[in-house]
């Protein structure tokens, strides 16, 4: 069964501490990418990867950090230098333009 | 980052009506694409359109690719109470070669049984 998977679907971490969000897919593709999703509103990219050991900052980078060593994984580490970690996650991966999404992981941030 | 225009922000109908919304732009893309996302969830993506002027079905859900590139719309015909969730469009703009794409704020559609 194709698909991209996140893992766990809940977070829950102390102020202070980072946390590294899992996403798998086995679509052989070679983009992915993550999202964050605050409540009420839009997708807003943070790190993008086109190709395995290469990506890109998104429109809000910062205290976020990211690692591309296979294809068919992408995880992505929230650290403590981002003010306001609490937020849903989503992580996706094309082949073309045709973006497909993960079931996303609710972080929250005590 | 850049957004798209997508309106209407929310919509209240009761099942069986139609329902009409759409995605504009101030410059030309050249892929339009339309996602449900439920509660909770990622977003699925719905319909892809790739040319200029193209009309696209899914079941009871129709999408076109505007004829200037700087608009689309997704309309849902005898909506049902499935069909809550929030609509996002989202575009590929021609310039460069990387995959990024610009979001709309997305519609949220609730349907009174």
């Known amino acids: 069964d194709g698909g991209i998977t996140q893992s766990p679907k809940y977070l829950f971490r102390k102020e202070g501490q980072n946390v590294t969000l899992s996403c798998e897919q086995n679509?052989?593709?070679?983009?992915m990418y993550w999202y964050r999703q605050d409540p009420g509103q839009g997708l807003r990219l943070i790190y993008y990867?086109?190709?395995?050991?290469?990506?890109q900052k998104g429109d809000i980078a910062e205290g976020y950090s990211v690692s591309r060593e296979k294809k068919e994984s992408f995880p992505l580490t929230v650290t403590s230098a981002q003010k306001n970690p609490t937020a849903f996650y989503l992580c996706?991966?094309?082949?073309?333009?045709?973006?497909?999404f993960g079931p996303g992981t609710r972080l929250t941030v005590l | 980052g850049q957004q798209l225009n997508q309106s209407p922000q929310s919509m209240f109908i009761q099942e069986g009506e139609d329902v009409s919304m759409n995605c504009t732009s101030s410059?030309?893309?050249?892929?339009w694409l339309w996602y449900k996302q439920d509660p909770g969830e990622g977003p699925v993506l719905l319909i892809a359109?790739?040319?200029a002027g193209e009309l696209t079905s899914n079941g009871r859900l129709t999408a076109q690719f505007g004829i200037t590139r700087k608009d689309s719309f997704l309309n849902i015909s005898a909506s049902i109470p499935s069909d809550v969730g929030i609509y996002f469009c989202?575009?590929?703009?021609?310039?460069?070669?990387?995959?990024?794409?610009?979001w709309g704020l997305g519609t949220s559609l609730a349907v009174n049984p």
């Open positions: 410059s030309i893309f050249n892929t």
């Open positions: 996706a991966s094309s082949k073309d333009n045709e973006q497909f």
């Open positions: 679509l052989n593709h070679d983009a």
């Open positions: 990867s086109q190709i395995v050991n290469d990506f």
């Open positions: 359109l790739y040319k």
């Open positions: 989202a575009g590929q703009p021609p310039a460069g070669n990387n995959r990024k794409l610009i």
